[in-house]
């Protein structure tokens, strides 16, 4: 009996720490579980981001425009994990401009930019680290051109709004931007 009560007590512990510490417990189950099936993944990054990337961005059809370079880490059971695509869009530019204009026009909104860039109040950088778009393709902050927006978290009630976007555990978003002076189009997803 009383190891029964021990067993119990020891499985209650486990049970509140994963309550309090849910997203590192969600993180170490993801890191062990893509360790597992890493060996059965003979994909290419190159070849997964192929794979992910969509036709059509927000109305701009992928295949019409040039592409810089795309980057995706989405793997393993969950799929979480980030993509993006950078479009060259010089050679269409009229026609690309005639979709974005629809858009929003720039700056973004405070959420987007925390999100994509950091945000520093006070001389502390706030920003989620592992948001690693900006850094990553080295994205400036552009001045002159559109973005638009995609929530696709479950529990998004307008997928066009970012008012929500810090206020949940886990993000599940798409965001273009499109560089008017440039005619380059920065697109990125993050599920997590």
């Given at each position: 009996m009383k190891t029964g009560k021990i067993i119990l007590m020891i499985l209650i512990v486990i049970v509140c720490?994963?309550?309090?510490?849910h997203g590192c417990c969600y993180m170490i189950f993801n890191a062990f579980f893509n360790a597992l099936v890493e060996?059965?993944?003979s994909i290419s990054e190159e070849e997964r981001a192929q794979a992910h990337r969509p036709k059509e961005?927000?109305?701009?059809?992928?295949?019409?425009?040039?592409?810089?370079?795309?980057?995706d880490t989405h793997q393993?059971?969950?799929?979480?994990?980030?993509?993006?695509l950078i479009l060259?869009?010089?050679?269409n530019a009229e026609?690309?401009?005639s979709i974005v204009r629809k858009w929003k026009?720039?700056?973004?909104s405070q959420n987007l930019n925390r999100a994509l860039y950091g945000e520093e109040k006070d001389g502390i950088n706030s920003s989620y680290t592992f948001f690693s778009f900006a850094e990553e393709v080295q994205c400036p902050r552009i001045e002159h051109g559109f973005y638009r927006f995609l929530d696709r978290h479950s529990e998004a009630e307008n997928p066009e709004d970012d008012t929500e976007l810090f206020s949940r555990y886990s993000f599940n978003f798409s965001v273009a931007i499109y560089d008017a002076d440039s005619n380059i189009l920065y697109y990125y997803e993050l599920d997590t």
């Open positions: 720490i994963c309550l309090l510490f060996s059965d993944m961005v927000f109305g701009l059809t992928t295949s019409d425009y040039r592409i810089i370079d795309e980057r393993g059971w969950l799929g979480d994990g980030e993509y993006y060259d869009c010089s050679q026609r690309a401009c026009p720039l700056p973004l």
